[in-house]
């Protein structure tokens, strides 16, 4: 098995930060540093990652309701909570399957599969995440008719999104949207209100997927079923058809 893939299968990290951990020779084979990708791994060998032995696990996918003011992020050097302390009950090296903003809430996926990882962010698969935002100004369909076509933020272009228009309230001049896109940029539904002229002031995401937050209150987790995982994969494999 090739040394990306074999971390990946460890749930170290997905295969592409893998080969940017490799790159960065912070990943030895019996002691000694690699910095080729298609290093292969053997049976008894000895694979570590800044010094940490590597070992393969059991599979597991946890979805969680992430508060506000959490990190998504494994570890935080400014001291903060993050999705993964509210999993104290998990053994197993699990890590965020993408990421929420630490001021927004909602459906987040963890897990130690680093092939699942790349297979559900991955903006060729296309999974749908809806998001209700709350956002400041007056939402009309003729303001948000851009973001069906896509927009540009930091340069590029975003794929074509679907809004339905939940709630105006004049008085407060606030009105809520929720948007159904297929990407993952970083603080991507922020900068697409943004650029259509209204300021997100509340985000959650509602959805990801087949999955809901059903039955989960704010940092509650729960693990999900084959099926559940089944079903995911499928949508991804689906849209690459």
Known sequence: MRINKFIAHAGVASRRKAEELIKQGLVTVNGQVVRELATTIKSGDLVEVEGIPVYNEEKV???LNKPRGVISSVSDDKGRKTVIDLLPQVKERIYPVGRLDWDTSGVLILTNDGDFTDEMIHPRNEIDKVYIARVKGIATKEILRPLTRGVVIDGKKTKPAVYDILKVDPAKGRSIVQLTIHEGRNHQVKKMFEAVGLLVDKL???QFGNLD?????PGESRRLNKKE?????ELAVRKRK
Do not use: E
């Open 61 to 63: 996918y946890y979805l």
């Open 204 to 206: 959650s995401r509602t």
């Open 213 to 217: 937050l059903t039955g989960l209150r």
């Open 229 to 233: 995982v089944s079903r995911l994969h």
